[in-house]
């Protein structure tokens, strides 16, 4: 992406943020693919993943760790892709974060307070 201006950097990153939280995945993981960091970050520190996990993409989730996501990256509020999915009860893209190694606890809440909170401890 160094060929892009920093404007158009900002959009491309921004489109790809739209993607990732509508679960596009064939179309966002084309953005990576062609040179977009799959940790590319939104003004408020929100990665690809933690869009793509808080709205409930487990496939999304799975195409982003495959291409080397990291899946602890916690936003400017602290809280970590894992977290966001247990809040929003989004039990698949859990499962997809717990097998890539995310950790429990890590953010504010942790993703085993999270779960503690709404019920869902099984899914840790």
């Known amino acids: 992406m160094s060929e ?20 596009e995945t064939d179309q966002l993981v084309e953005f990576i693919d062609h040179g977009l960091p799959v940790d590319s970050r939104d003004g408020g520190g929100n990665t690809l993943l933690m869009l793509a996990a808080y709205h409930g993409h487990a496939a999304t ?45 890590a953010g504010t809440p942790s993703a085993r307070a999270a779960a503690e909170m709404f019920g869902r401890t099984h899914l840790l």
């Open 4 to 23: 892009l201006t920093p404007e158009q950097t900002e959009r491309v990153v921004a489109m790809a943020m739209d993607l990732a939280r509508t679960g």
């Open 61 to 105: 989730v799975a195409a982003l760790v495959e291409r080397g996501a990291d899946v602890d990256l916690r936003n400017e509020r602290d809280q970590s892709p894992v977290a966001g999915a247990l809040f929003k009860g989004a039990d698949d893209v859990v499962g997809v974060l717990v097998a890539a190694g995310a950790d429990l606890e």
